[in-house]
């Protein structure tokens, strides 16, 4: 395929026809995952600088693996003790970690933008791993892929989103990428995590989780996270867990088959119920494994291209 | 078969029916041919509710329980009545509402039908949600942080929002409390006369306006509790005209009586908000009138006696009003301010919209919630007629015009009697 972009940082970018290009991609590169030897050379020689900002493990480790599989070299800057945390500017640090001529920058930032800044900084290629509520084009990009295995097709799907919608980049993301192969989108959670103005999304809205249930093909869980009770946004956790927390009976009115994902990490108990996280209906394990293919096509896609770019 | 009774010969609006009540429910409104009224009849009203009172149980039973409120209700023609979440402990989680409900259930088995408010904070600290949804399942139908205002907006718009899902009116109490430091008195001429703190009037009209201006953005209803002042009926007015989802309500003492009550320091006269101007008056009477303001509520606030019985600064809030309510209001209705149909609006339609609550219109299958009310009688409300354990009302020993008869909720008598029976 052909592959122009110098950075991923939205899925707004992306066609449906490119998304499913990766799909298509994504699912020769899960096939290496299952050898004996899980490596090739295809990425030899090429370097990806892991910089992440905010705390994670489970994105972070899934690019290193990516890479790994591919025989790039990886290098990470550690979160705490990094000149970040001795209020190192963006821009210098980017202009630094440049002057280590990586092929590919994969960021994680709390600050929405942070990825289309540094972006513009710099030659190399900007990978989103996650830029505050705006955008996490990878998970999307792996949940798609996910349901795309199970599905193939995305038309006359319904994908409902459960949780906090307004401080979740995966939302968002999510929102656009299944919006554009097709599918439905339903959003369900109180009116305190919702954006005011959602009306105006390409999604329905539901206030109560039996309503938002019936008949979705997949529910996808969002992480709540436990600070917006805190903040004044929830009466209580259980209250949350109560009106909000996905349990069998919610499962049983949706379509037969429907599945159940969650992008991590996971609070048992709050937004999903611990049984149903473990059930046969879970992709949540699938969602971990199609993360590293989707990355892996990802990172191919920009290292190869960029070598072609200067041929 | 479910009993049936025939109240012979009362005026429902000007017209001489037989009001047939089968069980607990209205069977028949039969007007009774071309019958001239003799004058002797009594009046046929719906059972009055009240959504704003305090029942002060738990923790200040002193100043008044749940029994001895739903008494002074049952009295008084009301035949459901909400109770604010200021108690002790606050109503703010599902055991006190609860505990609300069953004393009720209790001591007042057959009514008046008790509908607790949930705190819209915990505590009433205007700090976090209170635990809405749980106060929900338990019975609560609104949620308010009355008599301890919201300064902070975005708990406000938090909670306007949340509450929203639920499908549950907010009431707020319109006050900024940083306006109102110490105020005890309208501030006015009648303030720097007797030297006493004012509270402006627009202490409450800068909330109404900041709740009207919430509601419109967020798309939500909003209920604005005892209005008292001209600046906030107009700026309602305006949020009406605009289609922003607000109601409002006031209290009889606001129609009344003016800042002159407190001339002699009578702390009888004081209440939150304090009484206003003659302007002021002017103002919600037409408010009320025209449905600028939805409902009337008593904000039934009743104190001991001694409480009430030190100087003016020092003494609490708040007028005892399930007793007197009804004959306050009639005597509106003797001066022409309001008609029959007004009180009825006013008392029972529109508080049962905003409410969700069931009235009585007196069509075949409503509940039969009614009263007698005879309006060539009178009475005058003491420590010993009064039924709320507050005796702290303005017209203490003052003759008031009209009295209940019978006051009738799901067929059975909760005060008063049926009239004999024609056969």
């Known amino acids: ?311 | 078969m479910a009993s049936r009774r025939t109240i012979p010969r009362v005026v429902w609006q000007g017209q001489v029916c037989d009001c047939i009540v089968e069980g607990d429910k209205i069977a028949e409104l039969r007007p009774v041919g071309d019958t001239e009224t003799s004058g002797e009849e009594l009046v046929l009203l719906p059972g009055l509710i009240d959504c704003h009172t305090h029942l002060r149980e738990p923790g200040q039973e002193h100043k008044e329980d749940i029994n001895s409120g739903l008494a002074a209700a049952a009295s008084g023609g009301f035949s459901n009545i909400s109770c604010m979440a200021n108690t002790v402990p606050v109503n703010d989680n599902a055991a006190v509402t609860t505990m609300m409900l069953q004393t009720a259930a209790e001591k007042k088995p057959e009514g008046p039908a008790l509908h607790p408010v949930g705190a819209l904070s915990r505590g009433l600290a205007g700090k976090e949600l209170a635990f809405m949804y749980e106060l929900a399942q338990a019975g609560c139908i609104a949620f308010s942080n009355d008599g301890v205002p919201v300064s902070d907006s975005g708990l406000m718009r938090r909670a306007m929002e949340y509450s929203a899902d639920l499908q549950l009116p907010v009431i707020d109490h319109c006050e900024d409390p940083d306006l109102s430091p110490g105020g005890v008195i309208n501030e006015g001429l009648m303030s720097e006369r007797l030297g006493l703190q004012g509270v402006p009037s627009i202490s409450e009209s800068i909330q109404v306006a900041r709740d009207i201006l919430l509601a419109s953005y967020l798309e939500v209803p909003v209920h604005l509790a005892h209005i008292s002042r001209r600046e906030s009926v107009e700026l309602i007015h305006w949020a009406k005209n605009k289609g922003v989802p607000v109601s409002a309500e006031t209290c009889p003492h606001y129609l009344l009586w003016t800042e002159e009550e407190v001339a002699g320091y009578d702390p009888l006269c004081k209440v939150n908000p304090p009484l206003g101007t003659a302007d002021d008056v002017t103002a919600l009477r037409q408010a009320v009138r025209e449905g600028v303001i939805d409902i009337l509520v008593t904000d039934h606030a009743p104190h001991a006696q001694f409480e009430k019985e030190i100087p003016f600064s020092r003494a609490p809030n708040g007028i005892s009003g399930l007793d007197t309510a009804l004959s306050l209001c009639w005597s509106l209705v003797e001066e022409d301010v309001l008609t029959q149909k007004d009180l009825i609006r006013l008392w029972c339609r529109s508080p049962a919209r905003i409410f969700g609550l069931r009235d009585n219109g007196f069509h075949p299958g409503d509940p039969a919630d009614f009263l007698l009310f005879d309006p060539g009688d009178s009475w005058t409300p003491t420590p010993e007629t009064m039924r709320s354990r507050g005796k702290n009302t303005p017209c203490l020993n003052q003759e008031l015009p009209g009295r209940i008869r019978l006051n009738c909720r799901k067929g059975k008598a909760l005060y008063g009697r049926f009239p004999q029976e024609t056969a």
């Open chain 1, 1 to 311: 395929m052909e592959w122009t972009h110098k950075d991923l940082l939205s899925v707004t970018q992306l066609t449906s026809a490119e998304i499913l290009d990766i799909f298509h991609l994504a699912e020769n590169f899960e096939e290496i995952g299952t050898r004996p030897v899980k490596k090739t050379p295809t990425l030899r020689g090429k370097s990806v600088l892991l910089f992440f900002a905010e705390p994670s493990t489970r994105t972070k480790t899934s690019f290193d693996i990516a890479a790994k599989r591919l025989s790039a070299d990886t290098f990470s800057l550690a979160t705490s003790g990094s000149s970040l945390e001795k209020g190192e500017d963006l821009r210098d640090t980017g202009l630094t970690l440049q002057a280590m001529q990586p092929d590919a920058i994969v960021i994680r930032h709390s600050q929405s933008g942070s990825a289309d800044f540094l972006a513009q900084q710099l030659q190399c290629s900007v990978i989103n791993a996650g830029d505050g509520w705006h955008a996490h084009p990878t998970q999307a990009l792996l949940d798609g892929f996910s349901l795309y295995k199970l599905w193939g097709e995305f038309r006359g799907r319904t994908l409902l989103l459960l949780g906090d919608i307004a401080h979740s980049r995966v939302a968002r993301s999510d929102i656009e990428l299944f919006t554009k192969l097709g599918a439905s989108v339903r959003l369900c959670g109180p009116r305190t995590l919702l954006p005011r103005y959602i009306r105006d999304w390409p999604v329905t809205v539901y206030s109560d989780l039996e309503e938002a249930c019936r008949g979705v093909d997949a529910v996808q869980c969002l992480r709540l996270q436990l600070e917006r009770q805190r903040s004044g946004l929830l009466p209580s956790l259980r209250e949350y867990a109560t009106r909000f927390g996905l349990r069998k009976r919610h499962m049983e009115l949706a379509r037969p088959g429907a599945r159940i994902m969650h992008p991590g990490p996971l609070n048992r108990g709050i937004e999903i119920d611990s049984d149903l996280a473990d059930s046969p209906e879970s992709l949540i394990l699938d969602q971990v494994s199609s993360g590293i293919a989707i990355r892996m096509t990802l990172l191919y896609l920009f290292l190869t291209s960029i070598s072609r770019r200067s041929e």
